[in-house]
T-cell receptor
């Protein structure tokens, strides 16, 4: 199993550009989520999905869009990049969304810089 | 407002000694607590967890203690090893209501174990 994979590993954007961060998992997990990690901050939830076709907002959703057309993939779209979106982005999946007990498996992250 | 707090951004411990990482929380509704470990350029990985109905959980060298009245938990690593050098995130969840299953993370503590 590859687990949770993310592409690209690094990305530099100019303000106003759009892009999609890719996330895929091969564990047949129903629950997938996106977090961002900023210096001196914990992981903050951006969006999450409890199954194909179902998404919802997390703590910091503004400026991001998601969709979930398959169980395996959960892309994160930046609609118009801003310097405040410079961060490290982590995708995570777990077998259940109903409990914090369900271990989240994290991808290796995408480091995004917006100039 | 940070509901999970790790007030020590860093901790340095000699190999073989005990490492104690602390975490405080403000929301009395939290009923499950987890610790994640993160190496550079990797995603966080699950380390150990504890339910609010317990006050201690042990897994090898790692023990988590929960003091509900003080809204405090701690992670003990005994003996500490250089390979334990990483950022440790404390996380909490509420397993009921509209936020069920969502994880709230602290800002992390960088542990350095020196020989």
């Amino acid at each position: 199993n590859a687990g949770v994979t993310q592409t690209p590993k690094f990305q530099v954007l100019k303000t106003g550009q759009s892009m999609t961060l890719q996330c895929a998992q091969d564990m047949n997990h129903e629950y997938m989520s996106w977090y961002r990690q900023d210096p001196g901050m914990g992981l903050r939830l951006i969006h999450y999905s409890v199954g194909a076709g179902i998404t919802d907002q997390g703590e910091v959703p503004n400026g991001y869009n998601v969709s979930r057309s398959t169980t395996e993939d959960f892309p994160l779209r930046l609609l118009s990049a801003a310097p405040s979106q410079t961060s490290v982005y982590f995708c995570a999946s777990s077998y259940s969304f109903t409990s914090g007990r369900a271990v989240r498996f994290f991808g290796p992250g995408t480091r995004l810089t917006v100039l | 407002d940070q509901q999970v707090k790790q007030n020590s951004p860093s901790l340095s411990v000699q190999e073989g000694r005990i490492s104690i990482l602390n975490c405080d929380y403000t929301n009395s509704m939290f009923d499950y607590f987890l610790w994640y470990k993160k190496y550079p350029a990797e995603g966080p990985t699950f380390l150990i967890s504890i339910s609010s109905i317990k006050d201690k959980n042990e897994d090898g060298r790692f023990t988590v203690f929960l003091n509900k009245s003080a809204k405090h938990l701690s992670l003990h690593i005994v003996p500490s090893q250089p390979g334990d050098s990483a950022v440790y995130f404390c996380a909490a969840s509420i397993d009921r209501g509209s936020t069920l299953g969502r994880l709230y993370f602290g800002r992390g503590t960088q542990l350095t174990v020196w020989p």
